[in-house]
């Protein structure tokens, strides 16, 4: 019994990560290095320099110091280096997330999201399907058109607990909100973020085009409910699912305080992200003037309030360190110089092969970079002035080049443990990825199948 529960285990997913950091290291000593001027964060088209590489064998175990316009592949010992320069790269980021734990869990000791779940399941009559549906329309309508996505950690825990009280697996809570976010930043309709320097970059307005990608935000949000609803009732043997309600309290003053700090808290952040651009500092800050202010009014001692800042900071301290080895990837493609070399490899596979196939082209040479380049923005960046003018050769209209972008970095970025975004989010609901890369294997294949489809829609309109 001992060995079959051992064997039944999960893979560990720091294991995971170190073993794409070790195939990232060795992809610098396999693919030559090369590199494209840029013009701030932009790459400058058709740039490319191969660079000569040193392959001394002694850069195995050594950093091999590169001579200038030479690039070196990356050392062993060059690779534990990237381990703490990703957790430095990736700091804003895990503080961010230590932080949410700890005012999560300042509001579970004062029994604030037991009474939450209690009165939201009394909205909806008990009825999970309906609560499923409107909340992954409101999370995702969020994404779509304001680009919310960190934003949405302090709500990952309560979507957990609330699964959890209805008696679901804790991943259809987490579910709940990843699917949601994720399907907005597949549409994009005005999501700032993408399109700010997305549209420029092949020479439309900001924005423009956002019809025909408020109706491709409506078929993967269908989809997205139609799978996890499936979900769900297979997970209940096909039985209706309602939930009889808990006695709902009164909201007693300091309930009332607690939920007024936390809707001012969210809207200020809101608006900072928005309209002031703000950055994971002043998030942070925000998070942790809201909790100052939750144990203020929770009616905890000082001690109690610090107590359970500090325990729910522990429940995510281990994911949340995850963030930072999955930076380390990109540091070790970056010192070994391959990085620019596999962008301009897959986007001269692109090729001028008919609108469509070449659409297609485009969003798996997409799917491919984030992987690699997990940002949003600094995809946009490296990959826009590269495929604006191949798309214009083969007479694909720059909305569906825009278009092929967003799919690809929005399909890919649900399950690869190289997004930061993705890795915070499972520190802040605590799901293994290995358990989340199972549970959303057939949407994801399923939502690639969909975008080629509307990539078909895109070019046949000519957009």
């Known amino acids: 019994m001992t060995e079959a529960v051992k064997r039944a285990r999960p893979t560990n997913p720091v294991i995971i990560l170190l073993g794409i950091l070790l195939l990232a290291t060795l992809m610098t000593w396999l693919v030559g290095s090369g590199s494209y001027e840029r013009a701030g964060r932009l790459i400058v088209p058709d740039s490319y320099v191969p660079l000569a590489k ?3 064998l002694s850069g195995i ?18 690779t534990l280096r ?41 909205a909806v009559k008990g009825n999970v399907m309906v609560l499923v549906a409107a909340l992954m329309t409101i999370f995702s309508a969020g994404s779509a058109f304001l680009g ?8 990952i825990p309560v979507m957990t607990a609330l699964a959890a009280r209805i008696g679901l697996p804790t991943i259809v809570g987490f579910a709940i909100v990843t699917i949601a976010v994720k399907i907005g930043y597949l549409a994009s309709v005005t999501n700032p973020i993408p399109l700010t320097i997305a549209q420029p970059l092949v020479g439309v307005p900001i924005f423009s085009g956002a019809g025909l990608r408020l109706a491709f935000y409506a078929v993967f949000l269908t989809a997205g409910i139609g799978f996890l ?11 209706a699912i309602t939930v009889t ?7 007693n003053w300091r309930e009332g305080a607690m939920l007024a700090i936390l809707v001012a808290g969210i809207g200020v952040i809101l608006t900072g992200s928005t309209r002031w651009a703000w950055s994971h500092h002043e998030l942070s800050a925000c998070y942790i003037a809201m909790s100052l202010g939750l144990a203020v009014v929770s009616g905890l001692s000082a001690n109690e309030s610090a107590e359970a800042f500090i325990s729910g900071m522990k429940k995510v301290l281990l994911a949340s360190s995850l963030i930072g080895v999955a930076m380390a990837v990109t540091v070790v493609l970056e010192d070994g110089r391959i990085l620019d070399t596999i962008v301009h490899t897959l986007n001269g596979a692109v090729g001028e092969h008919g609108p469509y196939i070449t659409a297609v082209a485009m969003f798996g040479s997409q799917l491919v970079l984030d992987f690699l380049i997990p940002s949003t923005s600094g995809q946009a960046a490296v990959t826009m002035p590269i495929l604006a003018p191949l798309a214009q050769l083969a007479d694909v209209g720059p909305q569906t080049t825009v278009i092929a972008f967003l799919f690809g970095n929005g399909i890919t970025n649900m399950l690869t443990p190289t997004s930061g975004t993705l890795l915070a989010y499972l520190a802040a609901g605590r799901i293994e990825w290995l358990d989340w890369a199972k549970f959303i294997a057939p949407l994801w294949a399923g939502f690639i199948a969909i975008a080629c489809v509307l990539l078909g829609v895109a070019v046949w309109l000519g957009a």
Not at 61 to 78: C, H, K, N, Q, Y
Not at 92 to 114: K, Q, S
Not at 229 to 239: C, E
């Open 61 to 78: 175990f050594i950093p091999v110091e590169a001579r200038d316009g030479m690039a070196a592949p990356v050392s062993l010992t060059g």
């Open 54 to 56: 040193d392959w001394s």
């Open 82 to 122: 990237a381990i703490p320069e990703g957790l430095q790269r990736g700091a804003n980021l895990i503080f961010m997330v230590l932080i949410i734990g700890g005012l999560f869990g300042i509001l579970d000791r004062a029994g604030v999201v037991e009474n939450g779940i209690n009165r939201l399941l009394h």
């Open 229 to 239: 609803l499936y979900r769900v009732r297979g997970m209940t043997d096909g039985k």
């Open 148 to 155: 919310l996505a960190s934003e949405y950690l302090i709500i």
């Open 245 to 251: 309600d808990h006695p709902v309290p009164d909201i």
